[in-house]
């Protein structure tokens, strides 16, 4: 078992500082003594914001002379908050953290690496992690079951039957890489198990104290921003490279300052203050750079709260969202079972080098932005977009507007342009009541806008015991009046961890809310990722055969089309009270805030108003429900797993024994071939589009999480293999097999081609024949490449926006594109095409393809790339795609980053770094 957070972890290898500023010193804590390196012996460090005052620290303790130099510190203590970043730095995270989903994918690399280290003559045991990489468990747990006391164990079992093979890899890289450790299945969400047990906030390590700092590879990783901790997502290609010891290439950069006065009103969730806050940031824009929040209304935000704001940095697209270290992280701390001498060194450490919050002081930032907390109110968010916010007492009318986008009305007349059902349409359009039988014979009537899913999950909400306790009040006074959640609602509860059935029960509330269906199915992401698991049966074949808009609503935070179920149109982010009443309501145009959510035993109306609990309610039940040694025993030995987890067989050795039948962990081609030194960049010549996109295409929409779908080239992959159509699992789940994943590359099920008009889902036309015929993405690219065509893709803005999905990335260069072309792009995905290799490109300003009149029909040529070979980086390159010719941008950001597109991709890189050592 490995030591407790923060107490004596041993590194491999230690970075000497060339402690060009004098900073080394001393803090004396209790008995201990650790070595620290002073902040103020910077000239200007005292007025940087808290986020770069960690990473000057992390320079001053980093610094090598050659990486990292005094200037970079100087640069960093002189930073001008006015000015667009163009220093590069080098940040070393102090650990790195992973889901299963993205973590897999790193150890079949670090695996691959290993033996291509071998066959280029060096040592495969230097292939290995020199940081605490820990990886949870999370992200495999469908809803298959639901609705009974044994949804949960039946769901495991289930999951350890689909991932027995991925799992047996897991257990054989947590006993062949030292400074890895693997959090069971069953155990909770990433994020919620990094606040509530992983997070150091001040890491100690061969006698050093700093900051805690990572990176994971899920974009949700500032989740741990709400603890004071500096940290964001990045894809699975960067993380494993920081494992190996190689810092993280990035331009100091511009940092807003969002200022907090006041205090959230009654009925105000946490929920509420973040969509609130994500429109703003969306809205202000922020993507790329550090929000940090200050102010005097940060102390009345608790941590629980502080953490579910930093987690939707993605979602307003900021780099992190960070709170500073102050009473509330201490408390939270303590609360969460953290020893008293961490709580004293963080309280200690923090003071000393100027990390403790002030209110009163008000830092210099590059933008400000400020809210009155006040002033937020009840709110949901989409239909397809976490920034999309919804005031909830509009909630009805915008629904009865934004549903004619998913079904088929005539605007003119305002009828239905489908079919009638034996139901007549409402004058309006929107409605088509269609009936629905169930297996025991009672029948009801379902309708566009019906909730047919309503799910507590997620690591954003499940940590917060304000709006769980909230929930399940909600639940018990709903229970208590008579109501019941409606027959065609999935509803399902899947906490980020333990603690909250321990809460939960302590607090008699369980049985509330299994009397509204709300049993345990896992502790796991689930519907938030996709894994909602199938509808109701009938439900399901209801709203297929009469394309209903059907509903989700969920207290996620990411709701993007195709996501959450693939009976699913529309998807709503709620507070999880809300889940609850949404599930009585049973359907969108209900006016939750005015209309009846039904009867009670007296045939009296009940309102949401009527079990909505009080503040003090919730206040009482947190303080007598919840204490330390919940923690304490849920994360008491939280690496060894079960008996099921301990008893998977699993090879040995410092090198994997890949199995030539697995059809979930294949070795990956990335290394074939490779050479010790990189062949010279080239021009892209005679390159053909294998996919024109619009604005907003998600990481989802380029490389889906989701179930495989049958029919398509994956589905048609697992069956040549022998695999049933019971157990093709998802997506996600087969990110250790490339076969798989390239078959899945631009496959989501709402995904739209524009050089295919008229499809939806992974189609393109493939101009290797005569009049380019639709045809598969995957098929048109392997002909593309036995022609020996490069391909490009052009895309609108925000590309690549959402998860930190490597395997976007990886398909994309694997399929045989060679650049993409964008309006803009969101932080993590350029990097990652960059990683792998791939050459992000971006249109002039306030240029589009369409603007530009490109078709996608076109062949296209981009010269200039061969600028790379002589050490920098064009500002732009020469685009000419059939008539039309135009300079793009050049997004390669940064010199480290010309390094890795140069060697192929980042670990090619650092392959070729270790063998030179």
Known sequence: MRPEPGRGEKHRETVVSANSFDARSSLQVGDESYEIFKLDKVEGAKRLPYSLKVLLENLLRTEDGANITADHISALGNWDASAQPNQ?????????????????????????????????????????????????????????????????????????????????????????????????????????????????????????????????????????????????????????????????????????????????????????????????????????????????????????????????????????????????????????????????????????????????????????????????????????RPQDRVVLAEAADRFKVAVRDYIAVDDESGKESFPASDSPAVSNGIHRPTLVTSPDGTSYEIDNGAVVIASITSCTNTSNPSVMLGAALLAKKAVEKGLHAKPWVKTTLAPGSKVVMDYYEKAGLIPYMEKLGFDLVGYGCVTCIGNSGPLIEEVSAAINEHDLAAVSVLSGNRNFEGRINPDVKMNYLASPPL???????????????????????????????????????????????????????????????????QSLPIPTGNTFEWDAESTYVRKPPYFEGMAHEPSPVTDITGARVLAKLGDSVTTDHISPASNIKPGTPAAQYL?????????????????????????????????????????????????????????????????????????????????GSGSSRDWAAKGTALLGVKAVIAESYERIHRSNLIGMGVLPLQFPEGASADSLGLTGEETFAITGVTALNDGGVPETVRVQAGDVAFDAKVRIDTPGEADYYRNGGILQYVLRSLIAK
Request: aromatic residues 8%; negative net charge; charged residues 20%.
């Open 579 to 645: 889940v609850v009443a949404y599930a009585i309501a049973g359907n969108m145009n209900v006016d939750i805030t005015k209309d009846a959510l039904g009867t009670d035993a007296d045939g009296k109306p009940v309102y949401l108003a009527d079990i909505w609990p009080t503040e003090q309610e919730i206040a009482d039940v947190v303080a007598s429900s919840i204490d330390a040694e919940m923690f304490s025993k849920d994360y008491a030995d939280v690496f060894a797993g079960d008996q099921r987890w």
């Open 719 to 799: 069956t040549e293999h022998g695999v049933e159509k019971r157990d093709f699992n998802s997506f996600g789940s087969r990110r250790g097999n490339h076969e798989v994943m390239i078959r899945g590359t631009f496959a989501n099920i709402r995904l739209r081609n524009q050089i295919a008009p008229g499809t939806e889902g992974g189609y393109t036309r493939d101009f290797t024949q005569a009049e380019g015929p639709v045809s598969f993405i995957y098929d048109a690219a392997q002909n593309y490449q036995a022609a020996g065509v490069p391909l490009v893709v052009l895309a609108g803005k925000e590309y």
């Open 88 to 384: 590069e730095i080098q940040f070393t995270p102090a650990r790195v953290i992973m889901q299963d989903f993205t973590g897999v994918p790193c150890v079949v690399d670090l695996a691959t690496m290993r033996e291509a280290v071998k066959e280029l003559g060096g040592d495969p045991a230097k292939i290995n992690p020199l940081a605490p990489a820990e990886l949870v468990i999370d992200h495999s747990v469908i809803a298959d079951k639901f609705g009974t006391k044994d949804s949960f164990t039946q769901n495991v079992e289930i999951e350890y039957g689909r991932n027995k093979e991925r799992y047996q890899f897991l257990r054989w890289g947590q006993t062949a890489f030292d400074e890895f450790k693997v959090v069971p299945p069953g155990t909770g969400i990433v994020h919620q198990v990094n606040i509530e047990h992983l997070a150091r906030t001040v890491m100690v390590r061969n006698g050093q104290a700093y900051p805690d700092t990572c990176v994971g590879t899920d974009s949700h990783t500032t989740m741990v921003n709400g603890l004071g901790v500096l940290g964001w997502g990045v894809g699975g290609i960067e993380a494993e490279a920081a494992m190996l010891g190689q810092p993280v290439s990035m331009l100091i950069p511009r940092v807003v300052g969002f200022k907090l006065n006041g205090a959230l009103p009654a009925g105000a969730t946490a929920t509420d203050l973040v969509l609130t806050i994500t429109e703003m940031l969306r809205k202000h824009g922020v993507v790329g750079k550090f929000v940090e929040f200050y102010g005097a209304g940060v102390s009345s935000i608790p941590l629980a709260n502080r953490a579910t704001i930093g987690n939707m940095s993605p979602e307003f697209g900021s780099t992190c969202a960070i709170f500073p270290i102050d009473a509330e992280t201490i408390s939270y701390l303590k609360l969460t079972g953290r020893s008293e001498q961490q709580l004293a060194l963080v309280e200690a450490y923090a003071k000393a080098q100027g990390l403790w919050h002030d209110p009163s002081v008000e830092p210099v930032y590059s933008e400000y932005i400020e809210l009155d907390l006040a002033t937020v109110v009840p709110s949901i968010a989409g239909p397809k």
